[in-house]
């Protein structure tokens, strides 16, 4: 996919823009830069093989992302888990809580009280 070396010495401030073209900056324009592109090109390993591209939706800017859904398939373990901080946090049950959620719990009031 990169440019070969040979064309590193073709490449000059006056024929820059047909370039960008051709190597697919740019659309290319005549044939010649088209010829140019599929050149460089050939022994790329296009993945999208069977998927559209909308072109015209994303030159007139109505292209819209589809958002999907995907469900977390969370084991019961991590549900309890999380089942019983939510218990603790209702009823203040601090014996049943991990000392590292409890430091960090004090330090987040003792932070909190400091401000104001």
Same mark, same amino acid.
Request: glycine letters at 4%; proline letters at 3%; aromatic letters at 8%.
């Given at each position: 996919?990169?440019?070969?070396?040979?064309?590193?010495? $073709?490449?000059?401030?006056?024929?820059?823009?047909?370039? %960008?073209?051709?190597?697919?900056?740019?659309?290319?324009?005549?044939? $010649?830069? %088209?010829?140019?592109?599929? $050149?460089?090109?050939?022994?790329?390993?296009?993945?999208?093989?069977?998927?559209?591209?909308?072109?015209?939706?994303? %030159?007139?800017?109505?292209?819209?992302?589809?958002?999907?859904?995907?469900?977390?398939? %969370?084991?019961?373990?991590?549900?309890?888990?999380?089942?019983?901080?939510?218990?603790?946090?209702?009823?203040?049950?601090?014996?049943?809580?991990?000392?590292?959620?409890?430091?960090?719990?004090?330090?987040?009031?003792?932070?909190?009280d400091d401000k104001e």
């Amino acid at each position: 996919m990169a440019i070969d070396k040979k064309y590193i010495g $073709k490449i000059t401030e006056d024929n820059l823009d047909d370039w %960008l073209h051709s190597t697919g900056f740019l659309y290319p324009r005549n044939e $010649k830069q %088209l010829d140019r592109f599929n $050149k460089l090109f050939e022994d790329y390993d296009f993945k999208l093989n069977n998927v559209t591209i909308d072109v015209t939706s994303i %030159l007139n800017g109505t292209l819209c992302n589809k958002t999907k859904i995907v469900p977390l398939n %969370l084991s019961s373990d991590f549900n309890n888990e999380i089942e019983s901080l939510r218990m603790v946090a209702r009823k203040g049950q601090s014996n049943n809580l991990p000392k590292h959620i409890i430091d960090k719990m004090r330090n987040k009031h003792r932070d909190s009280d400091d401000k104001e």
